[in-house]
């Protein structure tokens, strides 16, 4: 069971950037996918989640109106679409899966992180 994480990158604020995040090994149709953040020192923090069934999302206060997050069925690829980047969004974001919504945190698989750097 893998989640690949891609898509960081060094951007300016303002600017746009997609992460990708493909599950292989089973079918995640059972579970939530999310995006985790992570900057030095502090805990990695619930940014958004979509849930497989139903397309239910969830998205922190800090990326509302900025963040989207899709998934592909199909392709067991969930797509987290960043907007107006500000240098406050600079982590490493993190894929997961498992139970994620506002008020329950159960993560079963961890992806890789991939590093977003946005520079003022």
């Known amino acids: 069971v893998q989640l690949q994480a891609s898509g960081g990158g060094l951007v300016q604020a303002g600017d746009s950037l997609r992460l990708s995040c493909e599950a292989s090994?089973?079918?995640?149709?059972?579970?939530?996918m999310g995006w985790f953040r992570q900057t030095p020192g502090k805990d990695r923090k619930l940014v958004s989640s979509?849930?497989?069934?139903?397309?239910?999302?969830f998205y922190a206060d800090s990326v509302k109106g900025r963040f989207t997050i899709s998934r592909d069925v199909a392709k067991n690829t969930v797509y987290l679409h960043m907007s107006s980047l500000q240098p406050e969004d600079t982590a490493v974001y993190y894929c997961?899966?498992?139970?994620?919504?506002?008020?329950?945190?159960?993560?079963?698989?961890w992806g890789q992180g991939t590093v977003v750097t946005v520079s003022s």
């Open positions: 997961a899966a498992g139970t994620l919504t506002r008020t329950t945190t159960i993560v079963h698989y």
């Open positions: 090994g089973r079918t995640f149709t059972a579970y939530g």
């Open positions: 979509i849930n497989w069934s139903g397309g239910d999302t």
